[in-house]
DNA sequence: TTGACGTATGCCTATACGGGAATACGATGC
DNA sequence: GCATCGTATTCCCGTATAGGCATACGTCAA
């Protein structure tokens, strides 16, 4: 069996990188497939295979101005990626508070890259 | 170009749903191995696989014990993951507010699968 | 109509995957 | 030493990818 499809759910959307990318540069607000292309320097159909899959988890929205399609974030649907990531909140926090700890972490992070 | 590998990064670890079991079966403290297989129904090899992914990317520590291996959860880091999400979170109060639109996101999520 | 523009799609390849089965490894108890 | 338990690793497979390139599609201007 292989990885599960990159629309299978909003975390396996989400795992590219690009994608990710994309998503950022859609917060200022609705943006076209050309002005994408330009600002994040990628090829025009990578840029439009990804908005494809962000569009059929629901991350993003499309409309039609002319000759141009228009994209604009979902951010409604990165809900499931915020309540998973709730769960951890707390135990995370514990650490936190201890800075000694979370500093060590730092380190080791660095260390091992 | 194939997918990025998964464990070259938190985000491409959690996109597996079977990883996210282990974590969430994490949350309350550490666990053997064989424990997260009877809990969560994998084979053995299965869970250790999946836990040297989680183990690369820094989202559990091992220890031993005996011939036991006692995994952990390392919440500090999924911090990649809040700061990505942070962005958002005003993007996303901002539609949360208008309850009429979250609801229709719901609505269209259940009909879109 | 014709051409140009903006975008989407198809084909291709190398690559990394997840799961199953078998097996290797390390620690324990006798 | 030896059998056994608990884990990790290896080999195999079918499969879905991301990117490059070429091209099809829809819209606008002249």
Known sequence: MPRSSTTSDVFNAIAEERRRDI??????????VGTLVDDLSMSQPQVSKHLR?????GLVRCRADGRRRLYR???ARLRPLN?????????????????????KELQEQGAQQ
């Open 53 to 57: 899959v962000l569009s059929e988890v």
């Open 83 to 103: 309540d998973w990531l709730a769960k951890y909140e707390q135990a995370w926090n514990a650490r936190l508070d201890r800075v000694e700890d979370y500093l």
């Open 23 to 32: 998503l950022d540069a859609l917060v200022s607000g609705e943006k076209a």
């Open 73 to 75: 974030l979902e951010p």
